[in-house]
């Protein structure tokens, strides 16, 4: 899946299932799909659950890291060993303080 696409699904869900004025996907499926189902693990219906986000996370790195409350969809490709920790680390340290200074 190429970077782009993936960004669309972020958007897509971010705008709750919405794409260019048209419901694509239910609100209800996305609200549900982004909330915690597990008090062992935080994890929606195929997204993990963060404080301030969802992600998606694919083989070799990809990933799809929605921040609603911020309107912004940030999306990896390339893997990294333990890439969870550095995508976090990469998004707060660098990717948001950039936009919100």
Known sequence: MTPRAMARIGLLCMKNGTWNETQVVSADWIE?????????????????????????SGIYGQSIYIYPDERIVVVFTGEILEFYEIYLYLIANFILKSVFQ
């Open 32 to 56: 549900k799909s982004t909330t915690c189902h597990n008090e062992d693990v935080s994890y929606g219906y195929l997204w993990w659950i963060e404080p301030n986000c969802y992600v998606a």
